[in-house]
């Protein structure tokens, strides 16, 4: 990497990832993209002060195609480091910044953070669960909650991180005949073939929207159904204009709440299973596990049975709108650039 002179070089640097990794996928980047535009524009920073660190070769490729369409400043690093080791935090060290944003999963060590507190004025961490991100200057946790906590941790959904800013086409209008179908970047447990499996036994003609990158994995035979493959800046106009949003509960599940969906939630891995849970309880959304022997049959009669029901839908928008506050998203956001104004005193 190279060694750069000044904190004038980068204002924010971000280290996090995209990968066709279970538990990665594309989650920590968008989010991180959410955060740095809306800093870039409270701050009026030139896109170039704000850098982003990651990883590029073999399974880490999407980095690339997703950064390429910002003009954030792209630093890569070797593929084979690990996070948050010794190797790891040497590289970050060599960067000077304002501000430094890590979001992942993961466990910070203690040796990581002495590594780079000294070439970045404030530290912020989001989604980890280690005791040890209390040494950060702004600890996030709005979706692995179940960690140490301390005084001054943001736990909770009332910090999620959402981009609330994105303008959607007016002229698009729900059909109840659309299904969206996200899995995150990487469908680790190829949920949405198995979800078009079971579509097959719906005799109503559906328009299924998926992301384009799924095409080159699914089988789809020739039936009777509208299969739609949308880029990724489709994302938010293919979500709003469906009826019914089936997804594994990453950060599409607050994104289909925040657009007031009727959600069937199937989740991949652990963290997204405790807040599915947590969330079904408040009667918000629909929640099916992968292993229940009755998938295809409980799949189907779940969506027949909120297909066209109006006061079903009237009921749990009622209970998402306590779930998604946009004031409290906006608050999170201010934390950010409460925490940068402080790395200038």
């Not at 953070?113 to 989001?126: A, R, V």
């Not at 899995?183 to 949920?191: A, I, P, R």
């Given at each position: 990497m190279k060694k750069y002179k000044s904190f004038l070089n980068h204002k924010i640097v971000f280290r996090c990832d995209a990968a066709n990794i279970p538990e990665i996928g594309s989650g920590h980047l968008y989010r991180s993209l959410i955060i740095a535009k809306f800093l870039k524009k409270k701050l009026s920073l030139n896109p170039k002060q704000i850098a982003f660190v990651?990883?590029?070769?073999?399974?880490?490729?999407?980095?690339?195609?997703?950064?390429?369409?910002?003009?954030?400043?792209i630093i890569k690093i070797k593929s084979t480091i690990k996070d948050y080791s010794i190797e790891?935090?040497?590289?970050?060290?060599k960067l000077k910044a304002n501000m430094i944003i890590i979001d992942r999963l993961g466990k910070v060590r203690k040796n990581f953070y002495n590594s780079i507190k000294d070439s970045y004025k404030k530290k912020i961490?989001?989604?980890?669960?280690?005791?040890?991100?209390?040494?950060?200057?702004?600890s996030?946790?709005?979706?692995?909650?179940?960690?140490?906590?301390?005084?001054?941790?943001?736990?909770?959904?009332q910090h999620l991180i959402l981009d609330i800013f994105k303008k959607t086409?007016?002229?698009?209008?729900?059909?109840?005949?659309?299904?969206?179908?996200?899995?995150?970047?990487?469908?680790?447990?190829?949920?949405?073939?198995?979800?078009?499996?079971?579509?097959?036994?719906i005799k109503i003609k559906l328009n299924?929207?998926?992301?384009?990158?799924?095409?080159?994995?699914?089988?789809?035979?020739?039936n009777k159904h509208n299969f739609i493959f949308f880029r990724q800046e489709k994302y938010f106009n293919e979500l709003k204009k469906s009826n019914i949003s089936i997804i594994s509960g990453g950060i599409t599940l607050f994104d289909s709440i925040m657009y007031k969906k009727k959600i069937i939630c199937i989740p991949q891995y652990k963290h997204q299973e405790l807040n599915a849970k947590k969330i079904f309880k408040t009667g918000?959304?629909?929640?099916?596990?992968?292993?229940?022997?009755?998938?295809?049959?409980n799949l189907v009669n779940l969506i027949l049975k909120i297909y066209k029901d109006g006061h079903y839908l009237k009921k749990i928008n009622t209970i998402q709108g306590r779930i998604i506050d946009i004031k409290k998203v906006k608050n999170t956001l201010e934390l950010f650039l409460k925490t940068y104004a402080k790395s200038k005193n």
């Amino acid at each position: 990497m190279k060694k750069y002179k000044s904190f004038l070089n980068h204002k924010i640097v971000f280290r996090c990832d995209a990968a066709n990794i279970p538990e990665i996928g594309s989650g920590h980047l968008y989010r991180s993209l959410i955060i740095a535009k809306f800093l870039k524009k409270k701050l009026s920073l030139n896109p170039k002060q704000i850098a982003f660190v990651v990883k590029i070769k073999g399974k880490f490729s999407k980095n690339l195609s997703i950064l390429r369409k910002s003009k954030f400043k792209i630093i890569k690093i070797k593929s084979t480091i690990k996070d948050y080791s010794i190797e790891e935090g040497k590289e970050l060290k060599k960067l000077k910044a304002n501000m430094i944003i890590i979001d992942r999963l993961g466990k910070v060590r203690k040796n990581f953070y002495n590594s780079i507190k000294d070439s970045y004025k404030k530290k912020i961490i989001i989604d980890d669960s280690s005791i040890q991100r209390k040494l950060f200057d702004l600890s996030l946790n709005p979706l692995i909650q179940n960690v140490p906590t301390f005084q001054g941790a943001k736990i909770g959904y009332q910090h999620l991180i959402l981009d609330i800013f994105k303008k959607t086409n007016p002229q698009f209008k729900k059909n109840n005949k659309n299904i969206f179908l996200f899995f995150g970047g990487f469908d680790y447990k190829n949920l949405s073939q198995k979800v078009i499996n079971s579509l097959e036994l719906i005799k109503i003609k559906l328009n299924i929207f998926l992301p384009l990158a799924y095409k080159r994995v699914l089988k789809i035979k020739k039936n009777k159904h509208n299969f739609i493959f949308f880029r990724q800046e489709k994302y938010f106009n293919e979500l709003k204009k469906s009826n019914i949003s089936i997804i594994s509960g990453g950060i599409t599940l607050f994104d289909s709440i925040m657009y007031k969906k009727k959600i069937i939630c199937i989740p991949q891995y652990k963290h997204q299973e405790l807040n599915a849970k947590k969330i079904f309880k408040t009667g918000a959304i629909n929640y099916l596990n992968l292993k229940n022997k009755n998938f295809d049959a409980n799949l189907v009669n779940l969506i027949l049975k909120i297909y066209k029901d109006g006061h079903y839908l009237k009921k749990i928008n009622t209970i998402q709108g306590r779930i998604i506050d946009i004031k409290k998203v906006k608050n999170t956001l201010e934390l950010f650039l409460k925490t940068y104004a402080k790395s200038k005193n």
